[in-house]
């Protein structure tokens, strides 16, 4: 199989590349692809470097440049090599200048500006670790989400991504015939989301579970009549509650968290979601 050679070149951290290589190359089959990283290409030096690179492993390049000088000099070396090279932001900041009748700054990295944005997205990291897996309960109605859902259905990791997007997410556990914790009923602010997922899903990810950390899996965590009986538990509280139902089954994390985020956006927004 051919290895085609892709260099992602950015003068910031390069992670806006890295989403979209990647949106991009799922709809190729049978593809085998070595990506070259270059994040911080902000000086000449760096850049002869990149060149240098692109020539042991010629392939496509696609940038990220806010410095026309130096995308200047990246576009010439490409052209003399005969490998494209695509500036992929340029339809759509060409697109956003003509609708807003404004001139485009040349300034690298400026999405991550440590600003009051990129703060609160700091303190909601935090959180969301102090108010993982039941935590910290006293102050549960200060979060803007909470996830209610039984063992292995992924709420720690959607925690986390949601709370990157600046939403105060935490997570409490239902298990089979403990007692839901009161402060969890008595909520007055956040919203309340149930997940779900399939037995089958279930039974297989905690048996992975237990299989990773040797131990025995003769217990209720993965006895299919018990797991049945706890998923059929979960789903009916949220129903009796009336907390929106998401089912995770065939759900990655992201598209978790976005379906999450279109229910609080309607939440708080219901005349614009």
Same mark, same amino acid.
């Given at each position: 199989?051919?290895?085609?050679?892709?260099?992602?070149?950015?003068?910031?951290?390069?992670?806006?590349?890295?989403?979209?290589?990647?949106?991009?190359?799922?709809?190729?089959?049978?593809?085998?692809?070595?990506?070259?990283?270059?994040?911080?290409?902000?000086?000449?030096?760096?850049?002869?470097?990149?060149?240098?690179?692109?020539?042991?492993?010629?392939?496509?390049?696609?940038?990220?440049?806010?410095?026309?000088?130096?995308?200047?000099?990246?576009?010439?070396?490409?052209?003399?090599?005969?490998?494209?090279?695509?500036?992929?932001?340029?339809?759509?900041?060409?697109?956003?200048?003509?609708?807003?009748?404004?001139?485009?700054?040349? &300034?690298?990295?400026?999405?991550?500006?440590?600003?009051?944005?990129?703060?609160?997205?700091?303190?909601?990291?935090?959180?969301?670790?102090?108010?993982?897996?039941?935590?910290?309960?006293?102050?549960?109605?200060?979060?803007?989400?909470?996830?209610?859902?039984?063992?292995?259905?992924?709420?720690?990791?959607?925690?986390?991504?949601?709370?990157?997007?600046?939403?105060?997410?935490?997570?409490?556990?239902?298990?089979?015939?403990?007692?839901?914790?009161?402060?969890? &009923?008595?909520?007055?602010?956040?919203?309340?989301?149930?997940?779900?997922?399939?037995?089958?899903?279930?039974?297989?990810?905690?048996?992975?579970?237990?299989?990773?950390?040797?131990?025995?899996?003769?217990?209720?965590?993965?006895?299919?009549?018990?797991?049945?009986?706890?998923?059929?538990?979960?789903?009916?509280?949220?129903?009796?509650?009336?907390?929106?139902?998401?089912?995770?089954?065939?759900?990655?994390?992201?598209?978790?968290?976005?379906?999450?985020?279109?229910?609080?956006?309607?939440?708080?927004?219901?005349?614009?979601?």
């Amino acid at each position: 199989m051919t290895t085609y050679h892709l260099h992602l070149v950015s003068d910031a951290t390069g992670e806006t590349l890295q989403m979209l290589a990647k949106a991009a190359m799922v709809q190729f089959e049978n593809i085998d692809v070595m990506e070259h990283e270059w994040p911080l290409v902000r000086r000449e030096a760096q850049v002869n470097n990149l060149i240098e690179g692109i020539k042991k492993n010629p392939g496509l390049v696609l940038c990220t440049f806010a410095d026309q000088r130096l995308r200047d000099v990246v576009e010439v070396a490409c052209r003399d090599m005969a490998v494209p090279c695509l500036a992929i932001l340029d339809p759509i900041l060409a697109a956003m200048a003509n609708y807003f009748h404004a001139d485009i700054q040349e &300034l690298p990295g400026q999405q991550h500006v440590m600003n009051a944005e990129y703060f609160g997205r700091i303190e909601a990291m935090g959180f969301c670790l102090a108010h993982d897996d039941g935590q910290m309960l006293q102050d549960l109605d200060t979060a803007d989400v909470v996830l209610v859902g039984v063992s292995r259905t992924s709420k720690t990791p959607t925690c986390m991504y949601l709370a990157n997007r600046g939403l105060r997410v935490a997570n409490v556990p239902f298990v089979s015939q403990i007692p839901i914790p009161a402060e969890l &009923l008595n909520l007055k602010n956040p919203m309340v989301i149930g997940l779900t997922t399939s037995v089958d899903r279930l039974l297989h990810i905690r048996k992975t579970r237990l299989i990773a950390l040797n131990q025995n899996e003769k217990t209720n965590y993965v006895d299919e009549e018990f797991v049945k009986e706890e998923v059929t538990a979960a789903r009916r509280l949220y129903e009796k509650l009336g907390w929106p139902i998401i089912d995770v089954s065939r759900r990655s994390i992201e598209e978790t968290s976005a379906e999450i985020m279109n229910l609080y956006h309607k939440r708080i927004k219901p005349d614009v979601a």
